[in-house]
C-alpha cells in the first residue's frame, strides 16, 4: 500500500468511526419527484400574476432552479418581496405539489429505503430533512408509507423557520436525537449546494452530495462535499 492510499484508508476508517447520526435530504436525494418543484411553481407563479413565457417567468424560474434546496418561504419572499404576496405563493406552491404528491407523483430514489434501514440497523440515527412545509413533507412520507421510517423528519419551521443554507436543521437534528457527542459525528446527505453549505455550517464530519437530484458534482463539490456519490444508495457503503 502506498502512502496516499494508506491517508486515503485512515481518513475512512476514521469517518466509519465517528459517524453516528445521519441527516438526509428528502427530495432529489431520498426521493424522486421528477421535476414536480417546477411545476408547482407555475402554480404559484400564476398566483401571483406572472405570465407564463415572460421574460419575468423566466428569471423567476431560473432562480427556483439555482436555490433548489432552500427553505420555499425564503424563495418566494426573495422573488416577490413582501410578505403578503411571498405567503400567497408559497401557500400555491405547497398546494399544488401536494395534490401532485397525492396524484401519485413521487417514488423513492432506487436503493433509498435500504439505504436508510442499512445505516439504522449498523447502529446510526437517521433524519430526514425537507426544504418545504410540513404539511408537504408529511404528504410525501404518507405517499411513500414511510411515516415510521426514521425516528425524526424535520422542516424548516421546526428548527426555528429557518432552513437551508443555514445549518440549523441539522443542528436541531442533533440536540432532538442526542445521536451524536460532536457535530464532526455527524454526516449529512444531499443534491444541492445549500445541503452542502448547511452541513459545512453545522460543523459535520462528512458532507456527501448525490447526483440524483438539482445539482452537479462540480457545484456540490464548490460548495463544500467531501464525498460524492451516485445516490444515496452508496452511502451505507462508505460509512462500512
Not at 481518513?11 to 408547482?40: H, I, Y
Not at 412545509?133 to 423528519?153: F, S, Y
Request: charged share 20%; net charge negative; glycine share 12%.
Amino acid at each position: 500500500m502506498t502512502i496516499k492510499q494508506s491517508i486515503k484508508q485512515s481518513v475512512k476508517q476514521s469517518v466509519n468511526q465517528q459517524t453516528r447520526l445521519v441527516v438526509l435530504d428528502m427530495a432529489g436525494t431520498t426521493v424522486a419527484d421528477g421535476g414536480l418543484v417546477e411545476r408547482a411553481f407555475a402554480a404559484a407563479a400564476a398566483e401571483l400574476g406572472v405570465e407564463p413565457g415572460s421574460p419575468d417567468h423566466a428569471d423567476k424560474l431560473a432562480y427556483v432552479r439555482a436555490t433548489m434546496g432552500e427553505s420555499k418561504i425564503s424563495v418566494f419572499r426573495h422573488l416577490f418581496g413582501d410578505e403578503e404576496r411571498a405567503q400567497r405563493a408559497n401557500a400555491a406552491f405547497e398546494k399544488a405539489y401536494g395534490e401532485l404528491v397525492d396524484g401519485g407523483l413521487v417514488a423513492p430514489v432506487p436503493g433509498a429505503r435500504e439505504a436508510i434501514e442499512e445505516l439504522q440497523a449498523g447502529g446510526r440515527t437517521v433524519v430526514l430533512t425537507t426544504g418545504f412545509a410540513r404539511v408537504t413533507q408529511d404528504a410525501i412520507l404518507d405517499a411513500l408509507g414511510w411515516q415510521d421510517l426514521v425516528p425524526l423528519t424535520l422542516c424548516p419551521a421546526d428548527a426555528g423557520g429557518r432552513g437551508r443554507p443555514y445549518p440549523d436543521m441539522v443542528l436541531t437534528a442533533l440536540l432532538r436525537t442526542a445521536a451524536a457527542d460532536d457535530v464532526r459525528e455527524i454526516a449529512v446527505v444531499g443534491d444541492t449546494s445549500y445541503d452542502m453549505l448547511s452541513g459545512v455550517r453545522a460543523g459535520a464530519g462528512l458532507v456527501a452530495g448525490v447526483l440524483t437530484g438539482a445539482h452537479d458534482s462540480d457545484a456540490l463539490r464548490a460548495a463544500g462535499a467531501t464525498h460524492v456519490l451516485g445516490s444515496v444508495a452508496e452511502l451505507p457503503g462508505v460509512l462500512t
